[in-house]
């Protein structure tokens, strides 16, 4: 039943506001969203370990040399070890001079920086 009221207002029934609820409300279920998932991080994968002698430098460089076998990459040995280009560049004077004359290595002695 529709009535007037005083400034021509329309009142509406109990079942016509009824009826109005459950179509919103049934609208709002339909527009919930959904939340994005987060991304695991791998620790191991950032993790990086400083080498402090020349045996760490000198095994960290054969296992690049090894990766670049198995690789046929430089980029994907730097990978595979998890070093950096510049940290090999920088050290593999070190490794190659043992390598090459071990004896030498072992007169000077470990490098001091």
Do not use: C
Request: aromatic content about 2%.
């Amino acid at each position: 039943m529709r009535g007037l009221q005083s400034g021509s207002e329309e009142v509406i029934d109990s079942d016509e506001s009824s009826s109005l609820s459950d179509s919103s409300l049934e609208e709002v279920k339909l527009k919930k969203r959904k939340h994005k998932h987060k991304k695991l991080a791998l620790p191991a994968a950032d993790a990086t370990v400083r080498m402090r002698n020349t045996r760490g430098i000198i095994r960290r460089y054969l296992n690049t040399l090894e990766a670049f076998k198995k690789g046929k990459s430089m980029k994907a040995a730097f990978d595979a070890t998890g070093v950096d280009r510049n940290t090999i560049a920088r050290t593999a004077i070190l490794a190659e001079l043992h390598i090459a004359a071990r004896d030498v290595s072992e007169v000077h002695g470990p490098v001091e920086r």
